[in-house]
């Protein structure tokens, strides 16, 4: 237990067993694996600091050596998961004072990230030249995410008591463990448990392919165990095929995404389909394309104020 440790034990002791104790269980696998990633960059660049060594300077000196192969935003993440640790080893007296208090969080300059995403007719392309046939595969897998914007865990969990056929809506409330033992998992946040509307075509589609299927089973999922890289090998195939540029089943959300901001779609309504947490998430993610669409506003603003002339 914790009451047991000393503040001459090491920091790396210390931080594995707070999060045992308070992490484990209480939060979604793919959170804790960077509790514990975290505590294997601790291992790695102070494995002898004590507890009652740690001060402002030995604090700051770790981040500082954390931020020399990271970028700032994953600097951050690293000083919030082992800020809760140290600010409870604080309260329980075994460091004297709050270390962290005043950090500053350094990184690298973060690398350009172009998202890669389809525009309007390389779609098309790809989804004229999809296999769908009678029963479920995983054309209509790649379909539906295209038609959706789902991410890939939320598409896998799909059963068809998701689908309101008379409402033209599918339900998402669960994700699938597909990098664990499988499974049914929580949504990423609260805002992902949403409600998507679809179109009628695929209503029709899916209508009938679910029929007959267990209601409360994924239509996706088979028995042997199921990989992202499988899909996207899938998908790849399909896009040298169809002679467009290759992109990922995650692609395919983006190019859900930027379609709808294209076409008018205010970012409100993206990001709630989308499930994102906030607008500012949805903003952040496709910059570029708002930057795009607000340089064809201004072209429009002039275009409209010439015009009164």
């Known amino acids: 237990m914790l009451s047991q440790i000393k503040n001459t034990d090491l920091l790396t002791m210390y931080y594995e067993q707070w999060v045992k104790i308070y ?4 939060i979604r696998k793919v959170t804790l694996d960077k509790y514990y990633m975290t505590q294997t960059w601790l291992e790695k660049l102070v494995p002898s600091l004590r507890l009652c060594d740690i001060t402002r300077i030995t604090y700051q000196q770790l981040i500082n050596d954390y931020a020399l192969n990271h970028e700032r935003q994953t600097t951050m993440d690293f000083h919030h998961q082992l800020k809760g640790a140290i600010l409870d080893a604080v309260d329980e007296g075994l460091i004297e004072k709050d270390p962290t208090r005043k ?3 350094k990184g690298k300059t973060p690398t350009t990230k172009k998202i890669k995403f389809l525009n309007q007719f390389e779609l098309h392309t790809l989804l004229i030249n999809l296999k769908l046939t009678q029963k479920i595969n995983w054309d209509w897998f790649i379909l539906l995410v295209a038609k959706t914007g789902m991410r890939f865990s939320e598409a896998l969990a799909l059963t068809p008591k998701d689908f309101d056929f008379a409402h033209q809506s599918l339900t998402i409330s669960k994700t699938w463990d597909y990098k664990g033992n499988g499974g049914f998992l929580p949504t990423k946040n609260r805002s992902s448990v949403r409600k998507i509307q679809i179109d009628w075509q695929t209503v029709i589609q899916f209508s009938e392919l679910v029929r ?3 209601s409360e089973q994924p239509i996706f999922i088979q028995k042997e165990k199921i990989y992202n890289s499988t899909v996207n090998d899938i998908l790849e195939r399909h896009c040298k095929l169809a002679k467009i540029p290759t992109i990922s089943v995650h692609g395919l959300r983006h190019t859900h995404a930027s379609l709808l ?3 008018g779609v205010s970012i409100a309504s993206v990001a709630r389909r989308l499930g ?4 500012t998430t949805t903003q952040k993610t496709y ?5 795009e669409l607000e340089n064809q506003d201004i072209d429009l603003v002039m275009r409209s104020i010439s015009n009164l002339s």
Do not use: T
């Open 23 to 26: 992490k484990e269980g209480a």
């Open 261 to 263: 901001l294209f076409a």
């Open 287 to 291: 910059l570029h394309i708002i930057q």
């Open 212 to 214: 007959g299927l267990p």
């Open 276 to 279: 994102h947490a906030s607008m």
């Open 103 to 105: 950090v500053i969080i």
